[in-house]
């Protein structure tokens, strides 16, 4: 089955710092979505994006739909301990069936 | 608030056993889904449902089987546990009608095969 390539796979950081990770695709999605899972919990939407070009934001998250509609990416600026989780991107052709990223592992040093 | 939860967190299981894993969702949803969630792998999809007693195949339905009798519960079924399905297992139901792609997801059951 299809899977998406997100990177990196994990990153270590300092709070305050920013972030920055992407998924690609060789499939065009209609729509993108970005979950985060803290540890012991399952996937929560963080935000989904709905069309090509989109640039939508989340309180210190920003997430972009790429033109291609073959990638997008997620921002967290000023970062701080409870971002520590599992990100993932997922796409969907609009048939409620979505294709998850491989994640990446987000530890924040205080 | 809305709620998926599954029965079990931590799962111990011997190779052959049968195994069950239950999803029961509050929020009248139609659509169900069962992954699978590996490292380095993210989550890949076994088997998901569209309404009661309807089943669909995901990308990876081999060794797995499903029963959904009810709109609100979803079961998994391991037929002969085999210890490369030892695993964490994600239940999520979803709105038919939304259109925007969120699913909502339980806690998860960690299942070690031995």
């Known amino acids: 089955g299809q899977q998406l390539n997100q990177s990196p796979q994990s990153m270590f950081i300092q709070e305050g710092e920013d972030v920055s990770m992407n998924c690609t695709s060789s499939s065009i999605f209609n729509t993108w979505l970005w979950y985060k899972q803290d540890p012991g919990e399952g996937p929560v939407l963080l935000i989904a994006?709905?069309?090509?070009?989109e640039l939508t934001s989340n309180g210190r998250l920003t997430a972009q739909f790429g033109i291609t509609r073959k990638d997008s990416f997620l921002n967290i600026s000023a970062s701080i301990p409870s971002d520590v989780g599992i990100y993932f991107c997922a796409g969907t052709t609009g048939f409620q069936k979505l294709v998850f990223g491989t994640g990446t592992r987000l530890l924040v040093s205080p | 608030d809305v709620k998926v939860t599954q029965s079990s967190r931590y799962l111990v299981k011997r190779t052959g056993e049968k195994v069950f894993l239950e999803c029961v969702q509050d929020m009248d949803h139609e659509n169900m889904f069962w992954y699978r969630q590996d490292p380095g792998l993210g989550l890949r999809l076994i088997y998901f449902?569209?309404?009661?007693?309807?089943?669909e195949k995901g990308d990876i339905p081999e060794g797995y089987s499903v029963s959904r009798e009810k709109k609100e519960r979803f079961s998994l079924i391991l037929e002969s546990a085999s210890t490369n399905q030892t695993s964490m297992y994600l239940c999520?139901?979803?709105?038919?009608?939304?259109?925007?792609?969120?699913?909502?997801f339980g806690e998860g059951s960690r299942l070690t095969v031995l």
């Open positions: 449902s569209y309404d009661v007693k309807m089943k």
């Open positions: 999520a139901s979803s709105l038919e009608t939304s259109g925007t792609g969120e699913l909502f």
């Open positions: 994006l709905y069309k090509a070009g």
